[in-house]
């Protein structure tokens, strides 16, 4: 079964410094790759994905993520945080031999100090 | 409408009554699921459907049942509702198996 680690439950950073969001999966085939972002009281938004071919991919608010697969890895990077990137951040694993399903991580908690 | 509604949007339930969650799509995408969020576990999976007509079971699908008679609604019923239910309900959509999904704003359900 696939399955999705998020081992940071909060990060708080200052507001200009630079976000790393750590992501790690589980799964024995080739996995399609989320990450999406939730704001208070809101539903999720994808800010990006990898299927396949470039392992740098970049997304919507300036974010960017890195698949490395010898670490089974998919770490979300924003270079410069802006105060409205306070949200919480999921990661999700999906395989076609798996249908439609993806397994979600259990999420990380970004606080943006002024 | 635009994308993904549901209803209501929060409720409190006693235990042991009977809830539906409706959720509605128009963007005529054939997958569409039903999770529950809860404090430090993610979203999980509930039930969802792969094309009109067809429904499966996810990951946490015990006291829930799941009905897909059209393309566009596909909504969520707790038979006799139990305080361990009370979470956040978000339904979602996608075209595929290898598309983004899409989600509603979600159904915050309390039981007590």
């Known amino acids: 079964a696939q399955s999705v680690t998020q081992p940071d439950i909060h990060i708080t950073v200052s507001e200009g410094a630079s976000l790393e969001l750590r992501c790690n999966y589980s799964y024995g085939a080739t996995p399609y790759l989320f990450w999406y972002v939730q704001s208070p009281g809101q539903g999720l938004q994808l800010l990006l994905k990898y299927f396949s071919g470039d392992t740098l991919v970049q997304g919507i608010k300036g974010f960017e993520a890195e698949f490395k697969r010898s670490q089974s890895s998919f770490n979300l990077r924003k270079p410069s945080v802006h105060w409205s990137d306070a949200a919480e951040y999921f990661c999700a694993v999906g395989a076609q031999a798996a249908g439609n399903k993806l397994t979600f991580g259990g999420g990380t908690r970004v606080l943006v100090k002024p | 409408i635009a994308g993904i509604t549901q209803a209501p949007t929060s409720q409190i339930l006693a235990a042991g009554r009977r809830m539906t969650l409706r959720c509605t799509q128009d963007?005529?995408?054939?997958?569409m699921y039903w999770y529950r969020q809860d404090l430090g576990l993610g979203l999980r999976l509930i039930h969802y459907s792969n094309t009109a007509g067809t429904t499966g079971k996810g990951e946490v699908p015990d006291g829930y049942s799941v009905s897909r008679a059209n393309t566009d609604d596909f909504p969520l019923t707790l038979a006799s509702a139990v305080p361990s239910q009370t979470s956040v309900y978000f339904c979602?959509?996608?075209?595929?198996?290898?598309?983004?999904?899409?989600f509603g704003p979600g159904t915050r359900l309390t039981v007590l």
């Open positions: 979602a959509s996608s075209e595929g198996p290898s598309n983004e999904q899409f």
């Open positions: 963007m005529r995408h054939n997958a």
